[in-house]
């Protein structure tokens, strides 16, 4: 579990990037949080600076539109998935469980 | 409409054949590329793919071949819009109801060096290919054009060590589509980066040995001794072969606000198309967004037989050179007003808005992805 910000720090339509092996990007979309891999599948750029429209961010590079819920791309560039991960809010605090990528690895 | 042919392979066909697909064609797709590669993308070329961290395999743009037949290493060399019938170089005929025209175009080439090895332009995987194959360790390479091609080249060429000179005839590179400030700003970026600009003045020979390349002599006569040069002085579009098929050609083919030629069964995308703009001049881009943008309205019209839908471009370009990511969207050629508008151009961060007559036409963003997005998106039409 990593913490990416405090709830408050992350109002409606504003992403951040949480450094790290993979870096991490976390999105709140009108009220939900969903974190997804920063990096593009397609080629080098940071997804935590795309355009968020409802469930989907569009690659700041490319206009690949990923879905936040599965890290499935709707359209060419990308052609592969980025990876999910749960994210847990408490106290106020936002957390992502990097837990299933840990078992990936 | 049962048969569609898409003449080019490379983006703009690819992106027209799953368009043809999306918007409900289950017809037969022929798709004829000259090249023997699958659709691949262009814009690593210059950059990842040359410097070594990309391989080939990577390039690929789709996993899908969208229930087409993909003719490649065919080339079309003669059309016959009223029978839809193109001729193809293996001698067969190929009949369609429709035809998107894809064909791209070819690099112009530096007068005198067709003969001369070590002498190289940049467009297709091959010519990557045999690029890198002469920068050997050492090699001193002379880049002509400081366009975003010779840019990147001369950044990707300095990252791998060489020794690179750039030869630019005009006197700020990119001015026309920077204007004087931010085009002197490029200039910046190979200086930084050790890279010997030499502006304002053009090529007038080359030395060789009889069969390479050993020097470039220019016009005021400074001779740059040189094992590589790579010519990065624009494009020709690829037109030659419809000649004589009445449809209009004029550098490119003309085509009306919603890519439809003048026969309304042939519609044409991507580099090789020039499109009427609302205000009545053509304009022909040559960038990877147009060619993934154009093929949307293009193959609308064509399923449609008439224009039901005008493009209208974003004019959204990217470069990456020197650890820089630039960004540009909108027209920022012939702004009369050009501010910064966040950030600053020494610390290589910035958003600048190109302006006429007071109204925002266009954008460059240098390392500031996010603001630049959000600003793309409020840009008011573009009027030209």
Redesign the interface.
Known sequence: MITACAVADLPIGESVRIDGDPAIAVFNADGEFYAIDDTCSH????L????LEGCFV?C????ASFDLRTGVPTC??A?RAVRTYPVVVQDGVIYVDTGSREAVA | MRTVAVAGASLAG??SV?ELRKQGFDGRIVVIGEEPHAPY?RP?LSK?FLRGTMPAEELA???DDFGAEWRLGVRADQIDPSTGSLYLSTGEILRADGVVIATGGRPRTLPGTSDLAGVHTLRTLDDAVALQADLLPGARVVVVGAGWIGAEVASTCRALGHEVTVVEAAPVPMERALGPVLGSLCADLHADHGVDLRLGVGVASFAHNGSRVTGVVLRDGTHLPTDVVVAGIGMEPATGWLAGSGLAVDNGVLCDTGCVTSIASVVAVGDVARYRTAAGSHVRHEH??NA?EQPVVAVRNLLAGATVETFRPSG?V?SDQYGV?L?LAGETGGADEVAVIDGSPDDRRFVAEFRRAGRPVGLLAMNN??L???LR?QLTAPVS
């Open positions: 080629q080098d750029a940071s935590s600076e795309g355009w569009e700041p590079l490319h206009a060419l560039p052609k | 690819l992106r799953e993308d690593p990842a743009l789709s996993d990877w967004t993934s959204y990217w990511r960004q992805a996010k630049f997005g959000r998106r």
